[in-house]
């Protein structure tokens, strides 16, 4: 049951170059997207996020695009950096109503940034 | 900036042994919860908590597991009786609400 799926298990890019995540959900009731980086032996690191009410969100050299119709998102990084090479991963909620708000992961793209 | 720690960072247990994972949120926040990612797997809900309750629980987390927050600061999972299958990484997260979940390090779970 893969409510997100990031269909890319890796993705290597040139330094400078425009790095571009995909992830597609199939539950309707989501309204939280979320991206997370990780490095080895780290736990997930909070990247940015959006709303289901928006379409777009920036900060700083990451974008991330909702497409709600199409139930997608992508997170762009741009410039990419060699630091940026880790594994990212996509991440819905869809508020209970139970005050809690579980996230639904995806299995993770691994980015390789080639200086 | 604060973070979520994590104790211990690698635990290794014997089959059908209890064990007790530690986790301290940051200090504001008022959700917390616990993941776990089994080797080569994608990172999986176990359990939400908030107002001193489980607010939340996947199926993984049956009878055998139980969460406490014992003293205001630290929130606790338990395993009671370890299975081979347990072995994965296990992740504590706290937020303030709905939008944000602040991950710590991790504890390494392996069981014999």
């Known amino acids: 049951d893969q409510q997100v799926k990031q269909n890319s298990p890796s993705l290597s890019v040139q330094e400078g170059r425009i790095s571009i995540l995909n992830c597609d959900y199939t539950n309707s009731m989501f309204d939280y997207f979320l991206w997370y980086k990780k490095y080895p032996a780290e736990g997930p690191t909070f990247l940015i996020s959006?709303?289901?009410?928006?379409d777009k969100n920036e900060d700083g050299r990451f974008t991330v695009f909702l497409n709600k119709s199409a139930k997608h998102l992508s997170l762009h990084i741009v410039p990419s950096q060699p630091g940026d090479s880790a594994v990212y991963f996509c991440?819905?909620?869809?508020?209970?109503?139970?005050?809690?708000?579980?996230?639904?992961f995806g299995k993770g793209t691994k980015l390789s940034v080639i200086p | 900036e604060p973070e979520v720690t994590q104790t211990p960072s690698h635990q290794v247990t014997q089959m059908g042994q209890e064990v007790i994972l530690r986790c301290v949120p940051i200090s504001n926040h008022l959700y917390f919860y616990w993941y776990r990612q089994i080797l080569g797997q994608k990172v999986e809900f176990l359990v939400s908590f908030y107002n001193n309750e489980i607010s939340e629980k996947s199926e993984i987390f049956d009878d055998q597991f139980s969460v406490e927050r014992p003293d205001g600061s630290n929130f606790t999972l338990k395993i009671r009786s370890t299975k081979l299958e347990d072995s994965a990484m296990y992740f504590c997260?706290?937020?303030?609400?709905?939008?944000?979940?602040?991950f710590g390090p991790g504890t390494r779970l392996t069981v014999l």
């Open positions: 959006i709303s289901s009410i928006k």
């Open positions: 997260a706290s937020g303030a609400g709905f939008n944000e979940q602040f």
């Open positions: 991440a819905a909620n869809a508020y209970s109503g139970a005050g809690s708000y579980q996230l639904t």
